[in-house]
């Protein structure tokens, strides 16, 4: 189980054009996470939480096996999901 204390978050502005964020797992088994520093808070709050899903779903042992493009797209599946799910929650309640 990962916990919010084991993610490290930097904002960072030397990102490529484009970038959102960046997740790496270091070797005492936390992560780094750099967030770029120009996005909107709203931006770097998904930027966030997408890192954590890639955290979450173990996603650096699963690179070799799917390739980046089928996580990639498979994280923003998920986060469309999840936000779909949420709304539909408000809209109900």
């Known amino acids: 189980m990962i916990l919010l204390d084991d993610i490290y978050v930097h904002l960072n502005g030397d990102m490529p054009s484009g970038a959102r964020e960046a997740v790496c797992s270091n070797p005492d088994g936390t992560y780094t996470v750099l967030i770029n ?27 070799e096996q799917y390739g980046i493009q089928q996580i990639e797209k498979e994280a923003h599946d998920g986060i469309t999901e999840n936000f779909k799910e949420r709304k539909s929650a408000d809209i109900s309640s």
């Open 37 to 63: 520093k120009y996005l909107t808070k709203e931006e770097q709050t998904a930027a966030f939480w997408h890192a954590v899903r890639h955290i979450k779903h173990n996603d650096f042992e699963r690179v």
